[in-house]
């Protein structure tokens, strides 16, 4: 992939990004167990949720970021996203409890119900999350010859990112602090992102 | 749910004769014969049968963890000792007209109060559908009047119940682990919004590790009053809301509900294992050890920690 000197700042920032982003996409949906086991149980229906859930939201967040990124070239858009995702994430800890309780006092705690919490809890953010790798790829490729090499690229650090997100959350964010403080370190991280790819060099230059 | 008695291998050797036969790792040389192994939906589960006895293991990484052990022979009979010190809530209870299990493995526990306490409704609640089949295929639980077995995770099952119960029983475990939505504050307090005026709540905990310090503390957190049996590897918690009981007054409703109840376990006898500690500022309990909280419960952490000489004065 030739990059330029103008634009060696953005690729960066987007590498950094993808891992970030990549990192809370997994150690929220981690996470999500911890929010929904004390009202549905710690039952394999639950991980199903939630992994369906997380993955119905990456399928989403692949469709419309794809979408988006031909008509509006700009890192811009996707900051806002991922600013979204941020906002929602940091109104989790103090909701999450009456929405679950909500739940299951009205419609129970059958398939249907653990679907409809996990779906509460991670379709809104990990959605504007899975916009932001299509995006990527959009932003960094200038050419058709190098479009495999920068969604290989850009896939594989976000992949990465999910990796160590799973990992850092389960052994050692778990048994460090809580889960809503960790929710919040979450929609910190995602707030810096996003104000990164606000800044100028966010911009592609034409 | 499980019920979980012995930790695989020497830990538990030369403890509790019947349960010594069973442990072991799953290459260990013995002479056991497997009756039965089963992928379910949570366990690798395998039973085994030796001499009159039938043992529920759940296997993870190699090594066997017995549940629930079952002495074909006599149906009355409690070869895993902390099994026993569970019926001391017996003592404890003002009242005696319903009982609730929370893990309910082989059976054994639960189909032994309803065996001496046939006119009392006991109701057992158990995760792993497989684990309820084969309890009633090798474990002698039988569908009885006042006997029920839910299919069910403990927490949701309370969630949803409105009944309260004189005596409940937890004993959740799989494997090795305690799922951590059914050992924190927000739990217990659950439990404790389930239990009938002057009710009790047993529960069974595993001490080698920090895990149990954790545990000690967050049941006291919800609950005043808490007591202890040391049970070869095992330590039955009782967990009472109100006044201390004293030494006189469990004494004399112990010989009450030994003669009401004609117990194969006498409930005196029992009084022997009883240990009283100092949860704060003590020497038992870790006191660095915190409150588990459905925020906070790094349980597989914990339990990773060993604890070593704790001192049961």
Known sequence: MAVTTANRALTILIFFNAFVVGGVLMGFEMLGSRYLFPYFGGGIGTWASLISTVLCALAIGYFVGGAVVDRYHSSRLVAAAILLAAIYLALVPATADPVMAKILNSIGDGPAAILLAAAALLLVPLSLLGTFSPVAVGLLTRSAEESGGVAGLVYGISTVGNVAGTLVTTFTLIPTIGSRSITYLYAAALAVCAGLLFLPIGKKSP | ?313
């Open chain 2, 1 to 313: 749910m499980i019920v979980r008695s012995l930790i695989a291998g020497a830990v538990i050797a030369g403890t509790v004769a019947a349960a010594a036969l069973f442990a072991g790792s799953a290459d260990a040389q013995d002479t056991r014969k497997l009756l039965e192994s089963r992928e379910s939906l949570y366990n690798n589960i395998y039973v085994y049968g030796q001499g009159p006895y039938v043992s529920l293991t759940f296997g993870y990484n190699r090594n066997i963890y017995t549940e629930s052990i079952f002495n074909t022979l006599d149906d009355r009979d409690l070869p895993v000792e902390y099994t026993r010190c569970m019926t001391a809530s017996l003592i404890y209870a003002k009242n005696v007209n319903s009982i609730l299990e929370i893990g309910f493995g082989g059976g054994r526990t639960s189909f032994y109060l309803h065996r001496f306490l046939p006119q009392i409704p006991v109701t057992s609640v158990e995760l792993d559908p497989t684990v309820v089949e084969l309890s009633h295929k090798y474990f002698g639980i039988m569908d009885e009047p006042n006997f029920q077995v839910v299919n069910r995770d403990g927490r949701i099952f309370l969630n949803e119940s409105k009944d309260r119960y004189d005596i409940i029983l937890i004993d959740a475990y799989r494997g090795p682990f305690v799922p951590f939505h059914l050992l924190t504050k927000e739990f217990y307090t659950i439990v404790k919004n389930h239990l009938a005026d002057g009710g009790v709540v047993a529960q069974n905990v595993e001490p080698s590790t920090m895990l149990f310090d954790s545990a000690v503390k967050t049941i006291h957190a919800v609950f005043p009053q808490l007591d202890f049996y040391v049970a070869a590897g095992n330590v039955v918690t009782i967990a009472y809301d109100g006044p201390p009981r004293t030494a006189d007054d469990l004494d004399r409703t112990a010989r009450q509900r030994d003669s009401a109840y004609n117990l194969r376990y006498s409930l005196h006898d029992m009084l022997a294992q009883r240990r009283q500690i100092q949860i704060d500022g003590g020497t038992v309990i870790d006191p660095h050890a915190k409150v588990l909280t459905d925020d906070f419960a790094p349980v597989e952490a914990l339990k990773a920690i060993e604890a070593h000489n704790r001192k049961w004065q």
